[in-house]
């Protein structure tokens, strides 16, 4: 991410040349692609690569080419991309998720564990906050959803084999789901929980 950060400039700078329209936008998602092609080459999941050029892209570094686009942001350019794959993504993964194991006592059990670990484990970690006044509760809260990004890798888990044996399972990528759900749903009120406790306390 550091190299990206130090080369990030000049790509863009070279990119600023081109006279062409929504280079913006198509210079981004090059540069989201190459590095999750990257990503996989050298073993790794392509979100991998995707996450590092989000982290990496910086307003800062695209200013002379966002001018060149009426000052429209990137997030206003990939707008129309997210709002025809997201859907498509979220139909994939559930498509892969056998219905009858929710029903399941075991499955259900295991759900309930993998949720409760995802809850304590957010909470663990904002013991690493140590900015002096942050609610850590509030920030462990925030971090608890696992969102699409457990379910790309309980995905890739499913796709791959060992000993001719799918890595993650039927049963265990329906409880991955149903934590994923899960952890996405009980933060939104347990938020505002914690900050309405905060405002009462003051």
Request: positive net charge; contains cysteine.
């Amino acid at each position: 991410m550091s190299v990206g950060r130090f080369l990030l400039p000049f790509y863009f700078r070279l990119v600023t040349r081109l006279r062409s329209q929504g280079i913006l936008l198509v210079s981004s998602l090059v540069l989201c692609f190459g590095l999750a092609y990257m990503a996989g080459v050298i073993g790794l999941a392509p979100i991998v690569g995707a996450f590092t050029a989000g982290l990496i892209l910086e307003p800062v570094h695209y200013q002379e080419l966002s001018a060149k686009n009426d000052d429209v942001s990137l997030e206003e350019l990939i707008s129309p991309l997210v709002t025809l794959l997201v859907p498509i993504f979220f139909v994939t993964m559930g498509a892969r998720v056998n219905v009858q194991d929710f029903v399941r006592i075991e499955i259900l059990g295991f759900a309930a564990c993998l949720t409760i670990a995802a809850i304590i484990g957010k909470q663990v970690c904002a013991f690493g906050v140590l900015a002096r006044g942050l609610d850590r509760v509030a920030v462990g809260l925030g971090m608890i959803p696992r969102g699409e990004v457990g379910l790309i890798f309980a995905s890739i888990g499913a796709s791959l084999t060992l000993f001719d044996k799918p890595v993650v399972d039927s049963a265990t990528y329906g409880a991955v789901v149903i934590m994923v759900v899960v952890t996405t749903l009980v933060t939104p009120p347990l938020i505002k929980w914690r900050f309405s406790k905060a405002v009462a306390a003051t």
